[in-house]
Antibody, heavy 116, light 106 residues
Framework: QVQLQESGPGLVTPSEPLSLICTVS?????????WGWIRQPPGKGLEWIGS???????YYNPSLRSRVIISVDTSKNQFSLKVSSVTAADTAVYYC?????????WGQGTLVTVSS | SYELAQLPSVSVSPGQTARITCSGD??????ADWYQQKPGQAPELVIY???ERNPGIPERFSGSTSGNTATLTITGVLTEDEADYYC?????????FGGGTKLTVL
């Protein structure tokens, strides 16, 4: 059974970077899927942040591209998200998911609040 | 960038048919997926590639597309189907979600 689990700080100071890790179990991240990040501000809809292939190829939401880096660590079966220069608008539940044209397995999500 | 339009809300009575639509130019060249999200839970894939039902999803859920509009149909709605529904489409380097439709089962 494929499982994904997000981890990272629940509170980030404005202007600092936000960093999250997604740990995958039950499936090797080195196989033929992309791995993506999606976020959802409280009470709002879903927003795709970006996706990465195991060889490091990345795709980013054009509106976030200048502030986002997604990387992969195949040795740990993890991929990670870094968002720089965060503001209150980056407060959201962040989900990681497996992607092959569609997101078929999701993590439970982790709430990240940007506040001083 | 791409945009996908969904009605904010749809209401039906139990046993009726609910139709949730998603419109946008991107649908003319890309598949649509549908996700169900219940309060406090992660989204769950319901339909992918316009009309393929994800394993474990009941047969009352179906998907279709016509031109630039994708439709999620729930035939014989149950109270447990009350949730937010999101469509997703786009290229691999520009994926976009619709704004979501809240399905209320009265």
């Amino acid at each position: 059974q494929v499982q994904l689990q997000e981890s990272g700080p629940g509170l980030v100071t404005p202007s600092e970077p936000l960093s999250l890790i997604c740990t995958v179990s039950g499936y090797s991240i080195s196989m033929d899927y992309y791995w993506g990040w999606i976020r959802q501000p409280p009470g709002k809809g879903l927003e795709w942040i970006g996706s990465i292939f195991h060889n490091g190829n990345t795709y980013y939401n054009p509106s976030l591209r200048s502030r986002v880096i997604i990387s992969v660590d195949t040795s740990k079966n993890q991929f990670s998200l870094k968002v720089s220069s965060v503001t209150a608008a980056d407060t959201a539940v962040y989900y990681c998911a497996r992607e092959k044209t569609h997101f078929d397995y999701w993590g439970q999500g982790t709430l990240v609040t940007v506040s001083s | 960038s791409y945009e996908l339009a969904q009605l904010p809300s749809v209401s039906v009575s139990p046993g009726q048919t609910a139709r949730i639509t998603c419109s946008g130019d991107v649908l003319g060249e890309n598949y649509a997926d549908w996700y169900q999200q219940k309060p406090g839970q992660a989204p769950e894939l319901v339909i992918y590639e316009d009309s393929e039902r994800n394993p474990g999803i009941p047969e009352r859920f179906s998907g279709s597309t016509s031109g630039n509009t994708a439709t999620l149909t729930i035939t014989g709605v149950l109270t447990e189907d009350e949730a937010d529904y999101y469509c997703l489409s786009g290229d691999e380097d520009n994926r976009v979600f619709g704004g979501g439709t809240k399905l209320t089962v009265l």
